[in-house]
């Protein structure tokens, strides 16, 4: 069966430093997702993509991040400066026709 | 704005016993709605998804029912099993390739 697959699992960064979230999509899919769950709470959008643009963003997805679809395969989120407050699990997803099929998540620390 | 709540937060039953889980959203102009396992640490696995002019879907001891006007869909587990120990989130989306919303979970413990 198809999967969306998500690099790194775990990823422990510094406050302040760039990380940048891999995901591989399904290979057909047209949509892509963000979501994130910081530890003990909701799962949260972040931010939804198509044709090669943001098509919406939650409040939480100010000009520190961004996303970007750099080869027609890979789907990245990038944090620029991170903060304390960006621990949490990152969730990529991927839609077509039907149902939205989530990634495994990376699990992002920041120290 | 859409708010999905899932009562109970937690719920501990013997091994054997059927379990319901509920889901409640305050807007009605859903597209589907969709329940998903989650295991501790892990990510999130589609169980059944219902689309707005569906009632009900099933998959093996799993069914779901969806009453759109009054907002609400319940979970039936059939025969739990130690297995079936996860949280279950409860997901609704207004049009298709729309975000989906999620609420906060039932963190379901099945006892030997």
């Known amino acids: 069966e198809p999967e969306v697959t998500q690099t790194p699992s775990h990823q422990v960064t510094q406050m302040g430093q760039e990380v940048i979230l891999r995901c591989v999509p399904i290979s057909n899919h047209l949509y892509f997702y963000w979501y994130r769950q910081i530890l003990g709470q909701k799962v949260e959008f972040l931010v939804s ?20 679809r750099p080869d027609g395969s890979n789907f990245t989120l990038k944090i620029r400066s991170t903060k304390l407050e960006d621990s949490a699990m990152y969730f990529c997803a991927s839609y077509h026709g039907t149902q939205l099929f989530f990634g495994s998540g990376t699990q992002l620390s920041v120290l | 704005k859409q708010e999905v709540t899932q009562i109970p937060a937690a719920l501990s039953v013997p091994e054997g016993e059927n379990l319901v889980l509920n889901c409640s959203f305050t807007d009605s102009a859903i597209y589907n709605l969709q329940w998903f396992r989650q295991d501790p640490g892990k990510g999130l696995t589609s169980l059944l998804l219902i689309q707005s002019s569906q009632r009900e879907q099933t998959s093996g001891r799993l069914n779901a029912s969806l009453d759109k006007s009054s907002g609400r869909s319940t979970l039936y587990i059939a025969a739990s ?5 996860a949280t279950y989130l409860c997901a609704v989306n207004r049009n298709r390739d729309d975000k989906i919303i999620f609420g906060k979970g039932t963190r379901l413990h099945i006892l030997p």
Do not use: A, L, R
């Not at chain 1, 993509?49 to 970007?68: L, P, R, T």
């Not at chain 2, 099993?81 to 120990?85: L, N």
């Open chain 2, 81 to 85: 099993q130690p297995g079936d120990s």
């Open chain 1, 49 to 68: 993509f198509y044709n090669n643009e943001i098509s919406e963003k939650s409040e939480i997805f100010d000009d520190q991040f961004s996303v970007e």
